[in-house]
């Protein structure tokens, strides 16, 4: 597989330095990118740039997923209006192992010569004095060259500390120091990230043009992917509730996959594009399938089916199919019945509940009554409501459409503790205690 030509298909190519696609077809090269671990787990903002790794793995080259715990106590000033804040050794290092355990959902560690590898920049960072630093990779960079930098000139006004100005140089310093002990020739990464990782390759050429072993400018190389953004412009990857994270404690399979059910029928074309592996032909057959229905939402369950089952497996997609099924489908009573204990919670994280004691339940006479009473006016405001409701066909109990309002409460108790009242398409629970 071409890797580039693969990028550019796929609207993953933003720019790159003279040579590098000369390069990836001369030989299978080692190239990385770095990951900030500022949080324990990556969220969708990250995926465009590690599915250049999965492409680059799946061409025949090496991968490097850096994982910057030297970097991570400084802060990347690229795109922040403010200073961040320090991270402790400790929190870094969790947040690390959280990264390297999603990144093998993505990248294999052991196919042969092109396994992937996993780095840390303390490795080398912490054998480092500042003297040494300053000799060793602040020599070669200008002030000037710095300066010049968008991450560093759009800070310049609101005030820049030394400590995230130098953050270009040490990660231009990753590179060559990769580039010397592990023969990485290209780094890659999102398009806002172009500045920090051309300090690196010009770091390398002017370290090694000084050298008697190198005299070759391309050396070393640079690859930037757009960075994803939705159809009007804005960014991409925030759900009402912030960052969509990869890990399930922080955002469950069924958010997850409701967060790509969701997207807009313009952004699809693109997503699919980055997020998956689908091929070129299968890609344009459903978008053609897409635009012949598109209330069935073809290209979303697409997207949504592929990236779920990556990141929470075929179990947690299943689940997740399930759960949508159940609070927006046409589940029936008997879906109901089949849902397993451990999943009921899962199913029902962020539906509105309400807990009825044995005596509210003895002094509910009807159905009616019992909608009042028991959601307590957070589904019908009155027993009038409730009955109007009823009798307008808006209301389910337990998936089974209710017409009269005189119904008994002699109801199924799913698990024996919870009724799911459905008002038109809002679910809450009442909890039986």
């Keep these: ?33 770095g990951f900030d671990p ?15 790794l999965v492409h680059l793995q799946r061409s025949g080259h090496k991968p490097f997923a850096l994982v910057g715990g030297a970097t991570g106590m400084i802060g990347d000033p690229s795109g922040k209006a403010a200073e961040r804040e320090f991270l402790s050794e400790e929190t870094l290092r969790k947040n690390q192992e959280g990264i390297r355990q999603q990144l093998t959902k993505f990248l294999d560690f052991d196919c042969g010569v092109n396994s992937a590898e996993m780095v840390n920049n303390y490795d080398w960072f912490k054998e480092i004095s500042f003297l040494g630093f300053l000799r060793e990779a602040g020599k070669h960079i200008t002030v000037n060259y710095m300066m010049a930098k968008d991450s560093v000139k759009k800070r310049l006004e609101t005030g820049i500390s030394f400590t995230e100005f130098s953050y270009q140089l040490l990660q231009g310093y990753d590179f060559y120091w990769l580039y010397k002990n592990k023969n990485v020739r290209l780094q890659m990464g999102g398009s806002d990230q172009w500045g920090n990782i051309t300090t690196g390759t010009e770091l390398i050429r002017r370290k090694e043009s ?12 640079a690859l930037t992917t757009p960075l994803v953004t939705k159809a009007d412009g ?37 997503l699919i594009r980055v997020f998956t592996l689908l091929p070129r032909e299968e890609i344009e057959a459903l978008e053609q399938e897409h635009a012949e229905a598109p209330h069935l939402r073809i290209l ?24 949508s099924d159940v609070l927006f489908g046409k589940a029936t009573l008997d879906t109901l019945r089949s849902i397993q204990v451990d999943e009921f919670d899962v199913i ?25 009473i028991a959601s307590k006016g957070e589904v019908y ?4 409501e409730a009955r109007r409701a009823i009798t307008q066909n808006a209301v389910s109990i337990n998936k089974t459409k209710v017409s009269d ?5 002699d109801l199924e108790w799913l698990q024996d503790r919870y009724i799911l009242v459905s008002k038109g398409k809002k679910n809450h629970l009442l909890k039986k205690v």
């Design 1 to 33: 597989m071409n890797f580039i030509e693969e990028l550019r298909w796929r609207g993953m190519l933003n720019d790159m330095t003279p040579g590098t696609e000369e390069q990836l077809l001369k030989e299978m090269t080692a190239g990385y990118i």
């Design 405 to 409: 309002p005189a119904s008994s409460v």
């Design 381 to 384: 405001a009155s027993k009038g």
């Design 300 to 323: 979303q369950k697409a997207i949504a089916k592929e990236v779920t089952i990556r990141i929470h497996s075929q179990a947690g997609y299943d689940l997740a199919v399930k759960a």
């Design 348 to 372: 029902f994280e962020g539906v509105p509940q309400t807990e009825i004691t044995t005596e509210e339940l003895a002094n509910s006479k009807d159905i009616t009554d019992l909608l009042s």
């Design 38 to 52: 500022t949080a324990a787990s990556l969220h969708i903002g990250n995926l465009a740039t590690v599915m250049l």
């Design 210 to 221: 000084n050298s008697t072993e190198q005299t070759d400018e391309h050396l070393a190389y």
């Design 234 to 270: 804005t960014k991409f990857g925030k759900s009402e509730s912030g960052n969509v994270w990869l890990d399930p404690l922080l955002t469950s399979p069924y958010q997850f996959y409701q967060f790509w059910l969701n997207t807009t029928d313009a952004d699809c074309p693109r």
